[in-house]
């Protein structure tokens, strides 16, 4: 759902958190000087239908909410799928990006180096360059998942015109997180971008939690219920399921559950000239 009020760019902000989870609610000290507003925000409800995505045969419904020109983290795009029953979301060889499976809806196999693996809501599989990676819907209803994918540093540096080949590294062992039951996945030890962690955060109707990070992006996605999204500087959007938002490093945002909201949450690291810069 489209903001109430447009986004402003703008700089400085109130005092920054350090974690994603539930904070208490600001005060009026808290908030001001105003910071920017969200980064991007958007819902399903137009998505695209797309045939052959990555080879596979059938349609994959398909929406893309921020991308680099919306990131200031080297992210390449937070992006929602779907497919149908029966549906393939081809399998392909990162070689330059590191991205998450995020399974919102339905079930289905993730597919990694050859090999299925089955999945279900809360499933989060993470793929490191070098791997083969695909999905395909066993279930009689659609498999929805949330994608984010983020350059590897290697392919940070040349783009960046650096004089660097990246190697693509030799394929991994199979990562793949109960997000819902362990609540909070760090990606150290597979990914070396600037991915670092998924949560789960749930508010209670009624309740609010404020959200912000001093040093990273966060990509928030409306996994079930209905609310509100309010940035320091004032600017409101409605939120509701397969809503996606995101935030920029250095700002918060207070989110108040008008029914039990259940958020999904990645931590998504910005470079320290650009959090200096604000």
Known sequence: MSPTAPARPGSGGPRPLDSPRTQPPLTPADTAPAAPAFS???TVTDAATVYGVHGAAGRTRWKCFAGRRQLASPTEAVEW??????????????????????????????LFNGRPHPV?????????????HGLRNTCD??????????????TGAVLSGADHTPEVPAMGDIAIHDLFAERTVSTAGV???????????????????????????LAVFVHSGEGRVTAADGTTAQL???????????????????????????????????TEAK
Not at 84 to 92: A, N, V
């Open 141 to 154: 209803t659609d498999l929805d998942w949330w994608v984010i994918e983020t350059l590897a540093p290697g």
């Open 81 to 110: 799928a779907s497919i149908p029953p029966g549906g393939l979301s081809g399998e392909h060889r990162h070689t330059r990006t590191e991205e998450i499976y995020l399974i919102l809806r339905g079930h289905g196999e993730f």
């Open 240 to 274: 509701a399921a397969d809503t996606c938002v995101t935030l920029g490093a250095g700002t918060t945002s207070t989110v108040e559950a008008g029914s039990a909201l259940r958020l999904l949450i990645v931590t998504l690291a910005v470079p320290q000239h650009a």
């Open 120 to 132: 279900a809501p809360g499933s989060l599989a993470l793929t490191a360059p070098g791997n083969v």
């Open 191 to 217: 990914f070396t971008g600037p991915l670092k962690s998924v949560d789960v955060t749930d508010v209670d109707a009624g309740r609010q939690c404020v959200l912000g990070r001093s040093d990273a992006e």
């Open 40 to 42: 991007s925000i958007g």
